[in-house]
């Protein structure tokens, strides 16, 4: 299998996790995601009153510069990691 097959996997694995991951594990999901799919981080920032947008927009760019390889690579760790602990 090759890296996006792989990541394609993942995407799908992490839906059959049968416990909810914490908050920081979710926005990891999230930020590795955007990074794997759109690059970095794009559009206006959320208001400051609205703290999810706020938390999801700073996890992403956090991973400015990061490639979509290394992003895909390090969410497929991820979701591995998950699946041995929550499935």
């Known amino acids: 299998m090759d890296l996006q097959e792989k990541f394609t996997a993942a995407t799908e694995q992490v ?3 049968t416990k909810r991951p914490t908050n920081e594990q979710l ?10 799919t759109e690059g ?3 559009g206006d920032k959320p208001g400051m009153f ?3 947008a706020q938390a999801k927009y700073k996890a ?4 400015k510069g990061t490639t979509s390889e290394q992003a895909k690579e ?3 760790a991820l979701v591995t990691e ?3 602990a929550y499935t």
Do not use: P
Request: hydrophobic share 50%; glycine share 0%; aromatic share 18%.
């Open 15 to 17: 839906k059959t996790l």
């Open 27 to 36: 926005l990891s999901l999230y930020s590795l995601f955007k990074q794997a």
């Open 40 to 42: 970095d981080v794009h």
């Open 50 to 52: 609205d703290f999810k």
């Open 60 to 63: 992403w760019e956090k991973l």
């Open 74 to 76: 390090k969410y497929i």
């Open 82 to 84: 998950l699946v041995a």
